[in-house]
Structures are given as structure tokens and as C-alpha cells.
């Protein structure tokens, strides 16, 4: 059955800020992105370019060619001032469209590469900030501003439908690709992430590496208390947006945290500016919650552009549940 209702592009009318040419644009990108990802197969898209990003991950062609979409697309808003993505060591700074009222994009264009050669779900991701300064040497101080300043952030989600998430503050809303007329119509209107749920989502095959707060916490919701309702069940599906998007409508718990063995993740593998943040904002809207354990995501002050953090997302009270552990007082 089509979706039918009110359009994202009639949506963004209604937000306050002038900010809905860059949000259309991100969406032209998620439907080019998810025509591609349909043939990628086909083309040639699939594999690696031989190259790795500042990350030091193998770089995939679709995450290449996606993050060079983005780019574009997002230049021709004409209000992007500065990108800060996944894909590029450093911000790219477009003078030309630097004035009042500007703003500053940081993205993810594909999420869960791993997922890419097997069919999996992928995703995007977009934090969406103000410009306060319009020179290049002022990007910094404006990109390191912590998530709290975000203006807008969301998600697309590729799985067996494309939806659009994102939120200015002010509400969740999930929007459904009809691809046989290439629009996003509202499918998930003022999504609300339960109190509580019945699932946990991490890499457990890290279990030996984590410190041992992750591991009571987790050993925790394995352990058989039907008064509780654990155990909880374990979904992962190698995706965070996927993993996200399931624990947002369902409730339940997402983990990446950080790795007391291995130097390259002490603070987890996830990335605050592009991956944590918005998403953060994105669950906080929602009346769910995003933690390090220690501290609330959306208050980390960034020290760098591709700054990695622990994170702990989810329904309110399984992530309170989760800093009891962490900090100690269980
Ligand atoms: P990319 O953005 O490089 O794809 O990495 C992020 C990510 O793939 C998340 O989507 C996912 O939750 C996590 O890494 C999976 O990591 P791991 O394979 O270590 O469980």
C-alpha cells in the first residue's frame, strides 16, 4: 500500500529555522544514495578503493562515491558553509557560501560499511550546526561546540525501505521513501522511544576487552530475573543506524563502549561529532537517553573533528540502569 500524507519537503515548511534547503538536499542525497546502493552490485560499486580514511579503516568505493555526493549536494544549498565528514581528514570550507545565517553540516554518508558487500542495512547520519564566525579560521571553535548547539540532526535508514529521520528539538519525525514517485511521505509522525525495553545491542565478541563495569552491566541483562524482565534479548546488526533505529521505535539499549585493550579505541569506535551527537539528539527528543556512562553525549565539550566516545543509547531507563553500573553505585 503507498504512504500517503504530508511530504518531508511540506514538513520542513513548518520548522522555524531557515535551514529546509539543507535538510531537502540531505534527502536528495539519501535517495541517490539508496538508488545506488540497489545497484551497486550491478556497477561495480561494490569492494574497496585501496585507500584508507584518517580513521585508518579501509575505505569503500560506495563510501567514497557517497561522500562526494554529499558534498555536491550539499554545496548547492548555497547555506553550507563548512562539512566535516567521516570521509575527510579535514573540514571543507566553502567560502563563497559563508554569510550570516550559514551552517556547518558534519555526516557519516554511509554507516555500517561493514554491511555493504553482504546486503546489510546501511545508514547516513547529519548534525546539522550554526556558522557563528564566516572565515575559515573560525570553523573550528564553531565545529568543536558541543551537541547541545545542534539545530537539527537525523538519519537515513536503507533497509528493506529508505526513511528519513530528524529532528529540530521540537519532535521525531520518520519519513518513508515512495520510490515510484521519489518522495518522502511522514510514516512515524512525533516518534516517542519507550521507557523502557526488552533488547541490548553490542559487539559482545569485544567482551574480553571491555573494562569491567561494560562487562557486569551487560553479565547484568544476561541474567535470568523474569521480575526484571531479563534477560534481554541480543540484536546487532554490525550498523548503528540500523541498531539505532530498532532501539528508538522499540526500546532497549545500544553500547559501543570504550576498549580497555585496544590503543586504537580506548574511547570506544564511534564518532562524536558525526555518529554520537546527533544521534544523542535525535534519542534525547524522543524522551530516551545518551550517555558515555559517565556523562550525558550531548554535554562533551569536542577536542577534534573525528573525536571517538563511548556510547550508551536507548530507552531512559535502561541507560540510567546502564550509568548505575558504570558509575558505580552497582
Ligand atoms: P563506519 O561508519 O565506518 O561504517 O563504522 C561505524 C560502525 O560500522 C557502526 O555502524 C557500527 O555500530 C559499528 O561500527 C560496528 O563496529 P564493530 O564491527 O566493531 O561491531
Known amino acids: 500500500m503507498r504512504i500517503v ?20 538536499q540531505i534527502s536528495l542525497g539519501a535517495k541517490l544514495i539508496g538508488r545506488e546502493l540497489q545497484q551497486a552490485g550491478l556497477v561495480n560499486m561494490l569492494g574497496y578503493t585501496g585507500g584508507m580514511n584518517v580513521q585508518g579503516e579501509k575505505v569503500k568505493k560506495l563510501d567514497l562515491w557517497a561522500n562526494d555526493a554529499f ?49 546489510g542495512a546501511l545508514g547516513t547520519i547529519f548534525s546539522v550546526r550554526r556558522r557563528r564566525g564566516k572565515e575559515a579560521d573560525h570553523m ?7 551537541g547541545t548547539e545542534q539545530v537539527a540532526a537525523g538519519y537515513v535508514m536503507y533497509g528493506t525501505g529508505t526513511i528519513l529521520v530528524y529532528t529540530t528539538g521540537r519532535g521525531v519525525n520518520g519519513f518513508t521513501l515512495d520510490p515510484n514517485i521519489g518522495e518522502f511521505f511522514l510514516s512515524h509522525p512525533n516518534i516517542q522511544a519507550p521507557k523502557r525495553g526488552k533488547t541490548y545491542s553490542v559487539n559482545e565478541g569485544n567482551y574480553h576487552h571491555w573494562h569491567p563495569q561494560s562487562r557486569k552491566f551487560i553479565d547484568h ?17 554490525g550498523a548503528l543506524v540500523a541498531d539505532f533505529h530498532r532501539t ?25 561529532l558525526y555518529e554520537a551527537a546527533p544521534l544523542g539528539f535525535v534519542m534525547e527528543v524522543a524522551g530516551g537517553k545518551a550517555s558515555t556512562g559517565e556523562m550525558r553525549i550531548l554535554d562533551i565539550q569536542p577536542s577534534s573533528y ?14 540510567t540502569m546502564a550509568e548505575d553500573f558504570y558509575q558505580g553505585r552497582r
Open 221 to 237: 541483562l544476561r541474567e535470568i530475573d523474569k521480575a526484571s524482565g531479563r534477560p534481554y534479548s541480543l540484536r546487532y546488526t
Open 306 to 319: 573525528h573525536q571517538r566516545v563511548p556510547l550508551i543509547i536507548g530507552s531512559a531507563e535502561d541507560v
Open 5 to 24: 500524507g504530508t511530504t518531508l519537503v511540506h514538513h520542513l515548511l513548518t520548522e522555524k529555522e531557515a535551514f529546509a534547503p539543507v535538510l531537502t
Open 71 to 119: 558534498v555536491e549536494i550539499l554545496k548547492e544549498s548555497g547555506l553550507v558553509c563548512t562539512l566535516i565528514s567521516e570521509e575527510m581528514d579535514e573540514p571543507l570550507h566553502f567560502n563563497d557560501y559563508c554569510k550570516e545565517g550559514s551552517y556547518l553540516v558534519c555526516f557519516d554518508p554511509i554507516d555500517g560499511s561493514s554491511n555493504i558487500d553482504v546486503n
Open 140 to 146: 573550528r571553535p564553531d565545529a568543536l561546540e558541543k
Open 248 to 272: 528508538l521505535l522499540e526500546g532497549g539499549i545500544y553500547l559501543y563502549p570504550a576498549d580497555a585493550d585496544d590503543p586504537k579505541k580506548p574511547t570506544g569506535k564511534l564518532r562524536l
